[in-house]
């Protein structure tokens, strides 16, 4: 939205002190709520968003509105979902000259995400998700972002530097394991920048980063069954110092049937001896595909 350049910006120490105070506003850890008020690392995630007002943008967890305010001066419509009933009256305050800003009281985990694309972004192409998420939840809440196949463009978010390091990991890395195979299923991670604690009230006792996804319209591989590929990526680093063929043969076989565990292994041209965190996205296709058409499926 235009016009909006007088309004003063939250996210400094003192007006979000001054708000805070203002309602009597404690913060909560158990909801992860580390609010941001650095204006440059704020710049840096908006801008990595690369939004216009022809895009939407869905926001979990705005707090007291300071990213909030951001995307509704560059965005089309912005919806932002915070299960934290004692925001609501702030975010209506600070929101009050942004009619282009939407927030819904709830735990997005729960939330029927459809439908809400429905209903906020009928009239744009373009969706991304902008967000300093609560650590707690991170996971659960962008596997629902990336399984549901939203109709989103791009999801950049400010989470734990370790987890943002796992979702973008190599083969063959330390970091490397099924969250970077899930992430890079469904997208194409880039990390945009580290953030230290100092730039949070409170701080938290982690450092971070912001995380770009570009979710991607086609998975990279063909897999016959996404429920049975994300079984055997799983079961491939149950236990990370075993070898590929001793998680699988744990996992998919009997005592009767384990020497087909190595033949399947070498039918896909993966040695057996090699383990789960050397395997490439296109290993692990071929690997599913082999053992789904021998008919191999997770024991109970
Ligand atoms: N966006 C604000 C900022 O950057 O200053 C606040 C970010 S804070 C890290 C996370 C926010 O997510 C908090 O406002 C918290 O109440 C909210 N939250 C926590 N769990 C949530 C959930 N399951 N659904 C929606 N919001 C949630």
Partial sequence: MKGMEETVEIATPKRTKEIIQRHGFSFKKSLGQNFLIDQNILNKIVNAADLDESKGALEIGPGIGALTERLARVAGPVTAVEIDQRLLPILGEVMQPYPNVRVHHGDVLK??????????FGTVDKVSVVANLPYYVTTPIMMKLLEEKLPVDSIVVMIQKEVAERMAAAPGSK????????????????????????????????????????????????????????????????????????????????????????QLLEQAGIQPSRRGETLSLQEYATLSTVMWEAGVRAAL
Wanted: aromatic content about 10%.
């Fill in 111 to 120: 939330l029927d995400l459809a439908e809400l694309f429905r209903t906020d």
């Fill in 175 to 262: 970091d490397y394991g099924s969250l970077s195979i899930a992430v890079q299923y469904y997208s194409m991670p880039e990390l945009v920048c580290i953030v230290p604690p100092t730039v949070f009230i409170p701080q938290p006792n982690v450092e971070s980063a912001v995380i770009k996804l570009k979710v991607r319209e086609q998975p990279p591989v063909e897999v016959p069954d996404e429920a049975h590929f994300f079984e055997v990526v799983q079961a491939s680093f149950a236990q990370r110092r075993k070898t590929i063929s001793n998680n699988l043969k744990a996992r998919f076989f009997t005592k009767e049937n384990r020497e087909q565990a190595d």
